[in-house]
């Protein structure tokens, strides 16, 4: 009977080899015919160029590990070095990289160039979880500025000018976020530092050099290189990113850097699709104008609906330009929280790239259609009818607890762990990080000690079901900490 059953349980593992649950989860996503306003920024690939599009055909014969090219041969470095050329041309820098692991390659790669173990870098305390990394990789420790808070958003926007150069003494470089998540810019110029690198996160903003009426881009005089993410608004495929050097004299240093983390069986996918990304942002570039005058009224109408409130930073002296296709939307006046508006927004076939506790965030490439932005007003405009009791549970919480570190995240890292429950875990020295993703902000990071607000910030975040990465626990109910 023992191994009847034996028998039968392996013939429904049999059957379970049959399916595709992940090929499945995503084909659902898609026939469902919900309109996404989130990454990546081809929108399902409208967004492409023709000749891309037809590549696209016969991806699965182009995912190859050879070339055919009339000078090279089968050397496929060749024609990828052909293409970085032109696109570093376009972006005007010296030399440009493409980059398959996304913008986190690039940017744990510069960690990896310029920092050695012990060496200061100053950082503002709202960075990605990659620059984490980096410091792990690198062994360098972060000199943290807090970044000024908006509290009627609840988000961190950018260290005060003043803040930023006062700790800018004994450091060996500087990594600023340039934009942030939320498409929000300090004044660059007035923040680079001299005689140090300065290095750019500047994931959210490769779309930047194609409008004035967007934020000047970050590679100019004073900046030693920036990594940007175009599969989240132009229209590269996921995973696929790039990286641009200002000078000569800090190529090879990247170069090599690079050499140690990249991929040694590049995805051909990618490259094409950075390399068609390029070509089409060469010749398509007046289309943001356009973008942008549509997206202005698109904002100005949304603020005339009662109960809703569109982000505008203009009051706020640590944010000089912002990115105006980054459209933040709050519901907090009809009893809706974060969370709650995307789930009514996802019912009327609208899906936002990100929601927190107070708003939800929208963000709009050109791939989009009149008739999408306009599907995308009808909807905040019918939610705003509701005129729900708010249920919303106010805080009075940090959204960055300000934490003192005990050991570098290289040396947490390493060090030896054990798992305690959260609640019990005050006063210990944490080996992993609590990451709200999206944004992918840690509100904690290795080496650094564990308080009640971090404790009931988790606590919070998780009643309110957003995701919470870094954990092996995926319940955030437990936390290694050092032992």
Known sequence: MKQALEVNAGDIMKDKQKDSPFVEAVRNYVKKGIIPFHTPGHIQGRGVSEEFRDFWQQALACDLAEVEHPESGHDYEVPRKEAEALLAELYGAT???FLVNGTTEGIQALFLAF?????????PRNVHRSAIGGLILSGAKPNWVYPEIDRDWGIATSPNEEAWLKQATNISGAFHLYPNY??????????LLKGVPNLIDEAHGPHFPFSKKLPQRALRPGVTATVQSPHKILSSLTQ???LHVREEKDVHNIARALGLIESTSPNFLLWASLDAARAYEAAKANRWDELIDKVYKLRQDLTMIPGLEVYNPQDRKEIKQFDPLKLMVKATKIGLDGFELRDELRKRGIMPELAEPQFVLFIITPAHKDEELHALY??????????????IKRRELPVLPRLKAILTPKEAFFSPAKPVKLKEAIGYIAREMIIPYPPGIPLIMPGEEITKEVVELTQYYSSLGWPLRGLEDERA???YVIE
Do not use: Q
């Open 95 to 97: 030399r440009s990289f």
């Open 477 to 479: 109910e437990h936390i």
């Open 115 to 123: 920092f050695k173990d012990k060496d200061t870098v100053l950082m």
């Open 378 to 391: 009808e909807a905040l405009e019918d939610i705003a009818t509701l005129k729900r009791k708010s249920n």
């Open 182 to 191: 939320y498409g929000l810019c300090p004044d660059l110029d007035h923040y």
């Open 240 to 242: 696929s990113s790039w």
